[in-house]
C-alpha cells in the first residue's frame, strides 16, 4: 500500500497563478506543452493527480531558484523538441533553457558588436553576451587584446549567467562634436555635466586642474561602470593639457 501524500509546504510560486491571458497557470500551460509535444510519453510518467501536483511544486521552485523567464522556457522548449526523443528531465530542461555559450566565440561577438552598437547596428545572438561586455567595460572591450579580455569577460559572462538575463537596452544616442567655437574645457565641462558628472567637478578647485579627469579614469580602471562618452572627454583633456594619453 502506498503511503499517503504528505500536505505541500511549497510556497506559492508566480509559475503556479492562473495567468490572464492563458486562463491557467504557466506550470499547466508548460503541462500541456509537454504533453502535445510528447504525446503519451509524457503523460504516462504520471500516476495520480499528486503526481502532476508535485511536478508542478517541483518545476516551479527550480524555475525560481534559477530564475527562469517565460521566454527562457520557450526556448527550452525548441531546444528538447530539437534534442530529445523522450520528455527531459528538471535538469535537462533547465540545461536547455540556458544554453551553454562559448566563450571565445563570445568574445570576437562583444568586440564586432560593441563596435556596431557605436552606429547603432548591434545584432547579438545571446543578451547574456552583451551585459558581460557591458561589466567589462565598452572602451576595455574594444580597444584590449583578447589575450587580456577572456579572463575579464568569461568571469562577467558566467556572473550575468548565474542571474535572470534581461533584454539588451536601447543605446543611449551619442553626444554631438563640439565646434570649432568651443574649447576643449569648456566642451568637457558640458559633456560632464550632461552626463551626470557635475559632482566631480565640484570636489576639485577651479582652473587647468585635471584631478577630475584622472579620477574618472582611476574609477574605470578599479572596475566601476563608467560611460564611454566620459571616458573619451577625460582622456583627451589631459592629452590636450598635457600632451601624454592615458
Not at 503541462?31 to 509524457?42: E, I, K, M, T
Not at 527562469?68 to 528538471?90: A, F, N, V
Not at 551585459?131 to 567595460?137: E, M
Amino acid at each position: 500500500m502506498n503511503a499517503p501524500a504528505t500536505t505541500s509546504t511549497f510556497k506559492q510560486s508566480a509559475w503556479l497563478e492562473q495567468h490572464p491571458k492563458l486562463g491557467i497557470s504557466l506550470m499547466d500551460h508548460l503541462f500541456n506543452r509537454f504533453d502535445g509535444a510528447y504525446p503519451n510519453r509524457w503523460r504516462a510518467a504520471f500516476a495520480s493527480e499528486q503526481a502532476i501536483s508535485n511536478w508542478r511544486e517541483s518545476w516551479a521552485e527550480a524555475f525560481d531558484e534559477e530564475g527562469l523567464t517565460p521566454q527562457m522556457i520557450s526556448d527550452g522548449l525548441k531546444t528538447c523538441r530539437k534534442t530529445y526523443d523522450w520528455p527531459p528531465s528538471i535538469t535537462e530542461f533547465i540545461k536547455a533553457c540556458k544554453p551553454q555559450i562559448n566563450v571565445d566565440a563570445a568574445i570576437y561577438e562583444a568586440i564586432d558588436q560593441m563596435r556596431a552598437r557605436q552606429r547603432g547596428k548591434d545584432k547579438w545572438s545571446h543578451p547574456a553576451i552583451y551585459w558581460a561586455a557591458a561589466k567589462v567595460g565598452e572602451f576595455d572591450i574594444i580597444s584590449q587584446s583578447i589575450s587580456s579580455l577572456k579572463p575579464r569577460f568569461e568571469a562577467a559572462l558566467k556572473a550575468v549567467l548565474a542571474g535572470e538575463v534581461l533584454p539588451v537596452p536601447e543605446r543611449v544616442p551619442a553626444l554631438p562634436a563640439p565646434t570649432a567655437a568651443e574649447s576643449t574645457r569648456e566642451y568637457g565641462a558640458q559633456r560632464l555635466e550632461e552626463l551626470g558628472a557635475t559632482e566631480v567637478l565640484k570636489r576639485e578647485p577651479r582652473g587647468p586642474g585635471l584631478g577630475w579627469a584622472h579620477r574618472i579614469i582611476a574609477e574605470s580602471k578599479a572596475g566601476v561602470p563608467t560611460p564611454h562618452n566620459k571616458l573619451t572627454i577625460a582622456r583627451d583633456a589631459i592629452f590636450n593639457a598635457t600632451g601624454k594619453q592615458v
